[in-house]
C-alpha cells in the first residue's frame, strides 16, 4: 500500500464528472477574463512548460526580474483576477480545515509534454493553511516528498477529479508533475490536464 507523508491526504473522485464539467466551464470564464501566460523562472528567465493563470484576491506569477510573488494584478491585462468559482471555495469549507477562505486559485494547464519539477510552496505568509489542489483531464503521475528536497519520494497518479491535500506536516512536503498521460480523460475536448491549487496566502487579521 502506499504511504502518503504524514498530513498530505489524496481523495480520488472527489468530483462528479457533472461536478467535474461544472468546474471546467468555470475555468473557461475565467481563463476568458484573465487569459494564460507561460511563467518564467527567476533569474534565468526559463519558461515553465506549464501555462498558468489565477482567480481569487491574489494570484501566484513569476518572471525573471521580480521572481515568486502573489499580486493583486494578472501581468498581461494588468486587471483584478477574477473570483474563485462557488464550487472551489465549498471545497476548501469541506476539505482545508481552516476557518478563512483561500485567497488564490492557481490555474495551471498542462499539454502532453508539460511536467513540473519538484519544490515546496512557501511564497505564502501562512503556512497554517492548507493546499488544496483539484486536478481535470488527464491523469498526471504526482510525486510527492517529505519537507527537504532530498527526501523518500512516492509516486502516485492523479485522475480527473481527484484532489490532494497538503497540510498540517504535509503542507511543505516538495511535490511535483513527472508526466501527464495523453487521452486518458474525455473532460477536456482538446486533451490535457488543469491543476487549480487554492491557497490561504495571507495570515487573517485577528478581530
Ligand atoms: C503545483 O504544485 O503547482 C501543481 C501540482 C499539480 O499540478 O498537481
Ligand atoms: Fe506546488
Not at 468555470?26 to 501555462?51: C, H, N, Q, W, Y
Not at 504535509?170 to 508526466?179: F, I, M
Not at 473532460?187 to 478581530?207: A, E
Request: hydrophobic share 35%; glycine share 8%.
Amino acid at each position: 500500500m502506499l504511504v502518503l507523508p504524514k498530513g498530505v491526504r489524496h481523495i480520488p473522485h472527489c468530483l462528479s464528472t457533472d461536478a467535474q464539467r461544472a468546474l471546467v466551464e468555470d475555468i473557461r470564464a475565467v481563463v476568458a477574463d484573465a487569459p494564460l501566460f507561460t511563467p518564467r523562472m527567476p533569474r534565468t528567465g526559463k519558461e515553465m512548460s506549464v501555462r498558468m493563470t489565477n482567480c481569487g484576491s491574489l494570484g501566484w506569477v513569476t518572471d525573471k526580474d521580480r521572481g515568486y510573488r502573489y499580486q493583486t494584478m494578472h501581468p498581461l491585462t494588468g486587471k483584478p483576477w477574477p473570483p474563485i468559482p462557488d464550487m472551489l471555495l465549498k471545497l476548501w469549507e469541506e476539505f482545508s480545515g481552516y476557518l478563512h477562505p483561500p485567497e488564490a486559485c492557481v490555474v495551471n494547464f498542462y499539454r502532453d509534454s508539460a511536467k513540473m519539477g519538484l519544490h515546496q510552496d512557501r511564497d505564502e505568509e501562512d503556512f497554517d493553511a492548507p493546499v488544496l489542489s483539484v486536478s481535470l483531464g488527464d491523469t498526471c503521475l504526482f510525486r510527492i516528498g517529505e519537507t527537504t528536497r532530498s527526501g523518500r519520494t512516492v509516486s502516485l497518479k492523479l485522475d480527473s477529479g481527484d484532489v490532494i491535500v497538503l497540510g498540517g506536516a504535509g503542507r511543505l512536503c516538495y511535490h511535483g508533475v513527472d508526466r501527464i498521460y495523453p487521452a486518458t480523460s474525455a473532460l477536456l475536448k482538446n486533451g490535457g490536464r488543469i491543476n487549480l491549487t487554492l491557497r490561504r496566502v495571507t495570515r487573517p487579521t485577528v478581530s
